[in-house]
């Protein structure tokens, strides 16, 4: 499957963006769907994670109630909107796509290309 990562950009703190990540190639209600993200400097670390039917979602601590993940399967496109930006929410954000819901990277079998978030104080 390939995916598509979309709607990064600059935004000051407090502010909101959605990004998108579409995916082709292959059934994409039949994976499961992260997002992830990589500030200058530092490892690549897990953000949220939605099941296939999108009814359980999963997210690190540092964005719970303010993140949301959804995915519109009808559109084989996957969603994160992010609310309350923060200056270090600062990133590449990436999705992909695995078998397992799951928080660790090396079990997702496929990656976007990555869209940048930056957020200014």
């Known amino acids: 499957v390939q995916l598509q990562a979309s709607g990064g950009g600059l935004v000051q703190a407090g502010g909101s963006l959605r990004l998108s990540c579409v995916a082709s190639?292959?059934?994409?209600?039949?994976?499961?769907m992260g997002w992830f993200r990589q500030a200058p400097g530092k490892e690549r670390e897990f953000v949220a994670v939605i099941r296939r039917t999108g009814i359980d979602t999963y997210y690190a601590d540092f964005v719970k109630g303010r993140f949301t993940i959804s995915r519109d399967n009808a559109k084989n496109t996957v969603y994160l909107q992010m609310n309350s930006l923060k200056p270090e929410d600062t990133a590449v954000y990436y999705c992909?796509?695995?078998?397992?819901?799951?928080?660790?990277?090396?079990?997702?079998?496929?990656w976007g290309q990555g869209t940048q978030v930056t957020v200014s104080s």
């Open positions: 992909a796509a695995g078998a397992a819901v799951t928080r660790t990277e090396r079990d997702y079998d496929y």
């Open positions: 190639g292959r059934t994409f209600s039949g994976y499961v």
